[in-house]
């Protein structure tokens, strides 16, 4: 079997996906709701030193955890950011100053899946990379699915909020991932 099928059967792995985006050296990206960081880290090997990734979440203690794997790993081009990406301009960060933004299991777990991706429209600038990853609504493994969306209702709210779908990405057995560019 090819490495790639054999990856793609597998967990989520943030290397693999982060592997499919077309990122490179001296990009600004934000991972919302980045989680105990292991996209940032990925990210930020990627966008380099002359890079920058916004780590956005709303809980300190993902944050923490954050802020202690990228000083492991010598990580100096990550900006840690508290924020409730349900808000509006909460991130802090300007208009279009993002080459690409990360959400990677975020919407499933929001009933204002709107709001986020408002958010992330803005931040973007134009052309800019919308990274989605989330669980499968049928997925009999993970997190609550009360909230989860299927691929067609991922792909037609997103496109709602003023992004084109460009393709979709291998994100393993129990989520989907596509990419988008902001119109």
């Known amino acids: 079997m090819f490495p790639s099928l054999i990856q793609s059967a597998k967990f989520l792995n943030p290397q693999y996906v982060v592997d499919q985006i077309d990122l490179h050296n001296g990009m600004q990206v934000a991972d919302f709701g980045c989680g105990t960081g292991d996209f940032v880290l990925a990210v930020a090997t990627v966008v380099g030193s002359d890079g920058q990734v916004n780590a956005i979440d709303i809980q300190d203690s993902a944050l923490s955890s954050v802020r202690s794997k990228s000083r492991i790993n010598g990580n100096l081009n990550i900006r840690l950011i508290k924020a409730n990406l349900e808000i509006y301009n909460s991130s802090g960060l300007d208009y279009g100053s993002q080459d690409a933004v990360l959400m990677t299991n975020i919407l499933f777990q929001s009933n204002n899946k709107r709001e986020i991706l408002r958010e992330g429209f803005r931040v973007l600038r134009k052309e800019g990379l919308l990274?989605?990853?989330?669980?499968?609504?049928?997925?009999?493994?993970?997190?609550?699915?009360?909230?989860?969306?299927?691929?067609?209702?991922?792909?037609?709210?997103?496109?709602?909020?003023?992004?084109?779908?460009?393709?979709?990405?291998?994100?393993?057995?129990?989520?989907?991932?596509m990419i988008f560019v902001r119109n």
């Open 131 to 177: 990274i989605f990853v989330d669980w499968k609504k049928d997925a009999n493994f993970g997190s609550a699915r009360g909230w989860r969306l299927s691929r067609e209702d991922a792909t037609r709210l997103i496109e709602e909020e003023g992004f084109k779908f460009q393709k979709e990405i291998a994100a393993g057995a129990f989520h989907f991932g």
